[in-house]
């Protein structure tokens, strides 16, 4: 009778449990499934809520305790530590870099070479020659299985924007064995300098046989800005010519401020604008970086116009590249307005940048007036996949654009570059190579911004800036944007003056694994979700076949 009783008790536990499953599941108590991992502490990896939902785990809920415990063993992928045994072609979809190793935001590859036996994989597996054509990652990272061991390199960065996070780390950590910003005396001794980046600026390359004819640069800014003279930095941006203002973010490069300009003799309505200010030609280094000189500076606004004039061109045209209104050359010190906006946003959000106050009087800045473009993707909210699948195609198209009319590679398109806004504009129209194309909006139209990086052809010089002799960044971890400048350092064997549209689909590759598994989707249970999903995930497994984004937009509109 009390066996009877205890047994009945049991039974009442079980049935108890079997009901509370939902609530244990999102608790990470039960889990669906459980993905397999190559992480040292894969318990790390599984704790996380499993990502596909088994709909036949649920339809057997109700199912026996005997039936579940031989359910759970037969599942594949039910365990919470590796197991050699079940590795397989696939062994990277829990997340990990294929090159690194390291756990990224979502990158998936399937693209991995699937011939290691076992013996290797259970003795030491070395992340390189992951994918079809080839690359070979510059910082080889091993990882032995047999001590559990793994090393990593010494600098991880944060995605998006490195170049600040990049100087900060340096001011902070020894390199060892390593020769940074060193100049030797004429005794020939070595004294080492103040450590700052090695990125060299932007350089330029005459592609015809005669010599490059030098050129005064400050005269060419000038022109370039249609001024004779600098304008005082005071009056030419007085807070009575700029309504609502407010700092939206910063750089190594100087400032960037949005508001809103009266109409006059350029604009017939008001402009909602961004300000990006920049200092140069100074002796002191700023944010951790030397000033630009007018001959580095001159190349950024020649791009940035070359890449505007595009949405006007004839047989290449696109509005994917942000909008300029006007350069401009100033000089003086920090308007007052502008300094209470800095350090507003310094209060609320901790600026990394040096006080505006340390100016001369006679600082210049070069001041880039831009359109507005909304947020940037990495903060942008999606309605659903397919909103982000035609945000996708607009990059591509607006790459191949470039390619086909000035040679340009981004060289630097991670998720901080792609702007996005809300459009009522149905359709986004493009030309690409004399072929009228158009793309639904889904409510949005995006920008393209930032050409630090960039590489272009415009009459008869390539401008480029060389990454070569930056052996941090190349060594840099923490997301799969830093795999890819290993990635384009190998496609272009370290030559950054040369052409390789490789490279902006090494860059589309990254931004489909962040659609796919980084931004934020209000929708996501709807069909039309998870049909573009699907899309997406093709066009992951095949864009790194493409050798071009042009390339790409030919086979997607089936174009000769």
């Given amino acids: 009778m009390e066996e009877t009783s205890q047994n009945d008790e049991w039974i009442d536990s079980f049935d108890k449990l079997l009901n509370r499953r939902p609530q244990l599941r999102e608790l990470n108590i039960i889990k669906d499934t459980v993905r397999a991992s190559f992480n040292i502490d894969s318990s790390v990896e599984n704790s996380i809520k499993a990502i596909e939902k088994q709909e036949s785990f649920k339809a057997k809920q109700n199912s026996s305790y005997s039936d579940c415990l031989k359910k759970n063993h037969d599942r594949s992928c039910s365990i919470s530590t590796p197991c050699s045994k079940r590795f397989n072609s696939d062994l990277f979809h829990c997340g990990l870099s294929p090159i690194t190793g390291i756990k990224l935001d979502g990158f998936e590859c399937n693209n991995l070479r699937n011939n290691e036996t076992e013996a290797k994989v259970k003795s030491e597996i070395g992340f390189k020659n992951f994918l079809k054509n080839g690359y070979k990652d510059v910082h080889e990272i091993t990882l032995n299985c047999k001590n ?16 600040k996070s990049l100087n900060t780390w340096r001011k902070t950590h020894e390199t060892k064995q390593r020769e940074i910003s060193k100049c030797i005396t004429p005794s020939g001794s070595i004294k080492a300098g103040k450590s700052r980046s090695l990125v060299t600026g932007r350089m330029s390359v005459c592609l015809t046989d005669f010599n490059e004819i030098s050129c005064d ?15 005082s930095f005071h009056a030419t941006y007085s807070l009575k010519r700029m309504m609502d203002p407010i700092k939206v973010g910063e750089g190594a490069y100087g400032e960037v401020f949005r508001c809103t300009t009266p109409a006059n003799n350029y604009a017939k309505h008001n402009l909602d604008i961004v300000l990006k200010i920049i ?7 700023i944010n951790g970086e030397k000033q630009k000189s007018f001959a580095e500076i001159l190349p950024e606004i020649i791009i940035t116009k070359k890449m505007s004039s595009l949405q006007a061109n004839a047989n290449n045209s696109t509005d994917g590249f942000v909008n300029i209104h006007k350069a401009t050359l100033v000089r003086g010190k920090y308007p ?18 040096d006080h505006p106050r340390v100016f001369a009087v006679n600082q210049l800045y070069l001041v880039l007036e831009l359109e507005f473009a909304g947020n940037d993707m990495s903060n942008f909210k999606f309605t659903n996949a397919e909103q982000s699948y035609f945000v996708l195609q607009q990059i591509i198209l607006s790459l191949a654009i470039g390619e086909e009319e000035c040679q340009f ?13 809300d459009t009522k504009k149905k359709d986004i129209y493009f030309k690409f190579m004399n072929n009228d194309l158009t793309l639904p909006s889904k409510g949005v139209k995006i920008s393209i911004i930032d050409y630090t990086l960039s590489r272009i052809t415009i009459g008869q010089s390539c401008y480029f800036n060389d990454l070569s002799s930056d052996e941090d960044l190349f060594s840099a971890t923490g997301d799969y944007q830093y795999d890819i400048y290993r990635m384009m350092r190998n496609e272009l064997k370290n030559n950054w003056a040369s052409f390789s549209p490789k490279t902006n689909i090494l860059w589309l590759s990254y931004l489909v694994s962040k659609l796919l598994k980084g931004v934020n989707y209000k929708c996501v249970n709807s069909k039309i979700h998870r049909q573009h999903i699907k899309k997406l995930k093709e066009l992951q ?10 390339t790409c937009v030919k086979n997607m509109f089936r174009l000769t």
């Fill in 217 to 231: 640069h400050e005269q060419e800014v000038l022109k370039y800005c249609d001024q004779l003279n600098p304008l």
């Fill in 148 to 163: 559990n061991l793994v090393n990593w390199p010494p600098l991880a960065l944060q995605p998006g924007k490195w170049r």
């Fill in 541 to 550: 497994n095949n864009m790194l076949s493409y050798d071009s984004a042009a």
């Fill in 279 to 285: 200092p140069i030609e100074g002796s002191m280094e």
């Fill in 409 to 421: 590679e981004h060289r630097d398109l991670h998720w901080g570059n792609v702007l996005i806004k």
């Fill in 336 to 353: 007052h307005h502008l300094i209470q906006l800095w350090e507003k946003y310094d209060s609320e959000k901790n600026s990394e940048n």
